[in-house]
């Protein structure tokens, strides 16, 4: 779960450290869980269309209720 609750800009550096992340989660065989996301990352994250390569939550309640139904 990466938390982005206080990010409120995110620029080329963020996004390539994000995707490197991903990468690194993908390998592992973990998912890639985004949440609280501010508006303007949110449109980043759409234009760039990184949105699809990331779960993408509103807040933690149904990540939690997840994570906790989980074997």
Same mark, same amino acid.
Do not use: W
């Given at each position: ?14 996004? $390539? ?5 991903v ?5 592992s ?8 996301? &501010?508006?303007?990352?949110? $449109? ?18 149904p ?6 139904? &989980?074997?």
């Open positions: 779960m990466i938390h982005l609750v206080k990010v409120d800009f995110i620029d080329s550096s963020g996004l $390539t450290a994000l995707l490197k992340g990468s690194s989660i993908r390998l065989a973990c998912r890639s869980v985004i949440g609280n996301l &501010q508006a303007p990352v949110r $449109t980043i994250l759409e234009l760039t269309q990184m949105d699809s390569v990331f779960e993408i939550y509103e807040n933690y309640d990540v939690v209720t997840m994570f906790n139904s &989980q074997p």
